[in-house]
């Protein structure tokens, strides 16, 4: 019995909505070690934006708005720790409710990871998953896998000093 299937006997299974690096099943695969299974889905009434300096996105709530992404389906708790701490201090874990694409009326309540600096002066415009993909998915995966390496480690640094020494040391201008 995998590690996952042990653990979802154990604890809690949750939803996790994903709206940025995490649409990669190449990114979750490094991060949780599978692929689970998802849906498509769309955030009404919250913004994605670019953020200056960083290559993954924000979302914060906006009127009128829709964000467009999947929810991840049963996380266990212990991937859902893993989550926070790859989310870092940037990120507050929020309950959203979802409309599911593939089922119009079916709304569901997940987990999102909401930008804590609702006045963030380097948030701007919108975020596009496509454009991310082929310009620094690469690069990302990369970062994700010394991050996950890291955190085997006792002193591990957390994701953003990561991201940040991972982009500095490489020269790479997100």
Same mark, same amino acid.
């Given at each position: 019995? &995998?590690?996952?299937?042990?653990?979802?006997? /154990?604890?809690?299974?949750?939803?996790? =909505?994903? #709206?940025?690096?995490?649409?990669? +099943?190449?990114?979750v695969r490094i991060f949780l070690k599978r692929v689970p299974?998802?849906?498509?889905?769309?955030?009404?009434?919250?913004?994605?934006?670019?953020?200056?300096?960083?290559?993954?996105?924000?979302?914060?709530?906006?009127?009128?708005?829709?964000?467009?992404?999947?929810?991840?389906? &049963?996380?266990?708790?212990?991937?859902?720790? /893993?989550?926070?701490?790859?989310?870092? =201090?940037? #990120?507050?874990?929020?309950?959203? +409710?979802?409309?599911?694409?593939?089922?119009?009326?079916?709304?569901?309540?997940?987990?999102?990871?909401?930008?804590?600096n609702k006045n963030d002066p380097n948030l701007y415009g919108?975020?596009?998953?496509?454009?991310?993909?082929?310009?620094?998915?690469?690069?990302?995966?990369?970062?994700?896998? &010394?991050?996950?390496?890291e955190l085997e480690l006792p002193e591990s640094k957390p994701?953003?000093?990561? #991201?940040?020494?991972?982009?500095?040391?490489?020269?790479?201008?997100?």
């Amino acid at each position: 019995m &995998g590690t996952a299937t042990a653990s979802a006997m /154990s604890g809690n299974l949750h939803s996790v =909505f994903v #709206y940025g690096s995490l649409l990669a +099943d190449d990114v979750v695969r490094i991060f949780l070690k599978r692929v689970p299974q998802s849906s498509s889905a769309i955030l009404n009434n919250y913004h994605r934006f670019s953020i200056k300096g960083r290559v993954y996105p924000a979302i914060l709530p906006l009127e009128n708005h829709k964000v467009t992404g999947r929810v991840l389906l &049963g996380i266990t708790d212990p991937e859902l720790d /893993s989550l926070d701490i790859f989310e870092d =201090f940037e #990120y507050e874990r929020t309950s959203v +409710d979802v409309c599911l694409t593939d089922t119009p009326d079916n709304y569901l309540q997940a987990q999102a990871y909401v930008w804590t600096n609702k006045n963030d002066p380097n948030l701007y415009g919108d975020w596009n998953f496509e454009e991310w993909r082929g310009l620094h998915m690469e690069d990302f995966m990369k970062m994700t896998v &010394g991050f996950v390496e890291e955190l085997e480690l006792p002193e591990s640094k957390p994701r953003v000093a990561t #991201y940040e020494s991972y982009y500095n040391q490489n020269d790479i201008n997100p």
